[in-house]
């Protein structure tokens, strides 16, 4: 990756937070008109938008923010948030988050963002042209040096290339958390620093000590480009002039004077590095292959400590064996502390996916989000997108009424859906709820009896919670008809189908008539997985331990034929039972008289999975299939074991449905 590919990402990274975090804000500004909390936050936000994004050369992106938080001015003098004011701010959080994925898929902006951009710019400035405010977002140095500047050019030593600065910072520098004085001494280069006022002092009676009237001139011995990196965050409050004397050195892009940024005292005092996320995938990938070369050690030694007699050497390698798979999992664990992230940035994207698929149903809902901060792998919060965008789809699709339908319940019209996340111990568990009509537990069986799911006998059987749970079978749909949302099958499977892929699980609590709530839990990090390893046909796979119930020997007389399929009692439970031979298409073969069996949850409640034997447990990463497995129905993926065999993890209850 280029440096200035790294940069950019950077932008990408931090723009995507700030407009989550601008989303949350105007939400609870629209709940709350009187919220001037979130109306600074939001003022923030927009703010420091637009410093990043002058710094790209981005000026029509860059002016559309500008006109934005002039917008918010009226707000914050005391103006009321109108539906229009609300509206204009939502589309301009849009079309710099669509900008922003322009720009991440190395394009340059079409004709129709553009347009949309100008629009939104002209609408927030009042009907005026906005030219003026596209034209001067980005600053840029006069060809003239004003008398400002000459006058600090006199401390310019000789020979020497400096950059003189006026630094007028807004008069609510305060309450926006800006420091003035310590934006100047951070600058690269620091030369000269003079502190003034901006015009008269006033009269002693009109003397607001929160009001700050301060005038900056500074002057730095840095390239031009990294002082304006340095103030991208007030890139509207300064003039920056470059004074050249003989040659001027210039960097040679965006990164070096990045880099010189970094090495001033604010980041220096942090003590921080900001590290690609590429670079720390392959560190993790490594991490990876040495637990596997660990594993094949412990294969070798327990080969070794088979032929020899026990004694000192072997106590000795057990004892090193012992110290390396400790240091190993640590290590381990560190890399994967590095890579965790909030879920601000995942859930910033929702509100507008919400808001459009709840117009489109012509639906009213309130969209709430809460636990933003939780942190995760990056590479979970990176899959979770398509589940949780699933998850509130059919929320609005399927669970949340009409307006007049919530009219005639006593239900508020506008319906509320929740997004939230919370740590659960070494889990982090995420909530969808909504407050619409629940899953009705009768019509699930009978749609699923109606598509061949289950059978008439299996689905009587099932109790209430079991049978909420028939919405995860592979094909189930309540929907009569195709629509944009549902109607083609493909469902809540996924959802579940992507979560064990993850190491997680998903959870109903239904309450009918009254709302649903899906929870998923997760690793909160990447942990390695743990597998039990069966055999079934001459062949060894791998089942994830937590998809395990218990493991137990069954007695071939306690089986019972029930019209195709077998069945046994255990606890007064009535449990099908299948064979894993039968389930790979490995052939058949005649039971033993004693057999093992492992249960498992599925749609139709708990299940026995018969195998020939069971083995020993594993741990070790799991990988994602790919080429003809890919896709493959049933198999989450695959992991080394010790003799560098390859092993198959199942997914037991997905195969079985």
């Not at 007699?309 to 000795?316: E, I, N, Q």
């Not at 039990?532 to 007389?557: K, N, Q, S, Y």
């Amino acid at each position: 990756m280029t440096d200035d590919a790294e940069l950019l990402e950077a932008l990408l990274v931090e723009g995507r937070d700030l407009v989550g975090r601008a989303a949350e804000d105007l939400a609870e500004l629209a709940r709350g008109p009187d919220a001037r909390e979130a109306l600074d936050g939001l003022f923030r936000s927009l703010h420091t938008l637009k410093g990043s994004t002058a710094l790209f050369d981005l000026p029509v992106l860059t002016g559309l923010l500008h006109a934005a938080e002039s917008r918010l001015e009226g707000l914050r003098d005391g103006g009321g948030l109108d539906d229009e004011t609300a509206g204009d701010i939502t589309g301009v959080l849009d079309v710099t988050e669509t900008w922003f994925d322009v720009l991440e898929a190395g394009s340059e902006p079409g004709a129709t963002l553009l347009q949309a951009a100008a629009a939104l710019t002209v609408r927030l400035a009042g009907g005026a042209p906005g030219r003026d405010c596209l034209e001067n977002a980005v600053p840029k140095s006069p060809v003239n040096i004003p008398t400002w500047a000459a006058a600090l050019a006199r401390a310019q030593a000789p020979g020497e290339a400096v950059v003189a600065v006026r630094y007028r910072p807004d008069a609510e520098a305060y309450f926006r958390g800006d420091d003035p004085l310590a934006v100047a001494h951070a600058l690269p280069g620091l030369r000269a620093l003079e502190v003034g006022l901006d015009g008269a002092p006033p009269p002693k009676a009109a003397y607001d000590p929160f009001h700050c009237r301060l005038l900056l001139h500074v002057l730095c011995a840095a390239p031009e480009a990294a002082v304006r990196a340095a103030l991208r965050l007030v890139s509207d409050q300064v003039e920056v002039v470059r004074l050249d004397a003989g040659e001027t050195a210039e960097p040679a892009d965006l990164a070096e004077a990045a880099e010189e940024v970094e090495a001033g005292p604010l980041r220096a005092a942090a003590q921080t590095a900001r590290v690609s996320t590429a670079r720390l995938d392959d560190v993790a990938a490594l991490i990876d292959e040495l637990v596997i070369a660990k594993n094949a050690l412990d294969h070798a030694a327990a080969q070794l400590a088979a032929l020899a007699p026990p004694g000192a050497a072997a106590r000795d390698l057990a004892l090193r064996q012992a110290t390396l798979d400790r240091l190993v999992s640590d290590l381990h664990g560190a890399v994967g502390d590095l890579r965790m992230v909030s879920l601000r940035g995942l859930f910033g994207r929702f509100p507008r996916h919400v808001r459009e698929a709840a117009a489109r149903l012509g639906k009213t809902v309130d969209f709430q989000t809460a636990g933003q901060d939780v942190a995760l792998d990056k590479t979970v919060v990176d899959a979770l997108f398509e589940p949780l965008l699933h998850l509130l789809r059919n929320a609005l699709d399927h669970g949340v009424e009409a307006p007049d339908e919530r009219r005639g319940a006593g239900k508020p019209e506008a319906a509320r859906v929740r997004l939230a996340a919370y740590p659960a111990g070494e889990a982090v568990v995420i909530e969808v709820s909504d407050d619409g009509r629940g899953v009705d537990p009768a019509a699930v069986r009978d749609r699923a009896i109606e598509r061949g799911l289950v059978d008439e006998a299996t689905a009587g059987r099932l109790s209430e919670a079991e049978a909420a749970e028939l919405i995860f079978a592979a094909g189930f749909s309540t929907a009569r008809q195709v629509g944009e949302f549902s109607g083609r099958g493909v469902g809540m499977d996924s959802v579940r189908a992507a979560l064990a892929g993850l190491g997680g699980r998903v959870d109903l609590d239904n309450r009918p008539g009254e709302g649903l709530t899906v929870r998923l839990t997760l690793p909160a990090r990447t942990v390695l997985a743990r597998v039990l390893v069966v055999e079934a046909g001459g062949e060894r796979f791998g089942v994830p331990l937590e998809a395990v119930g218990e493991t137990h020997r069954v007695r071939a007389d306690e089986v019972t034929a029930i019209r195709a399929g077998r069945a046994y009692v255990r606890r007064d439970q009535v449990i099908p039972i299948l064979r894993l031979r039968a389930l790979l298409g490995l052939g058949e073969a005649p039971d033993p008289a004693v057999f093992p069996v492992l249960t498992v949850t599925a749609a139709g409640g708990a299940l026995g999975v018969q195998v020939d034997a069971l083995g020993e447990r594993l741990e070790a990463p799991l990988r994602p299939t790919s080429g003809l497995l890919k896709g493959f129905r049933g198999l989450l993926g695959s992991m080394l074991q010790g003799d560098g065999r390859i092993l198959l993890v199942l997914n037991l209850a997905e195969m079985a449905a």
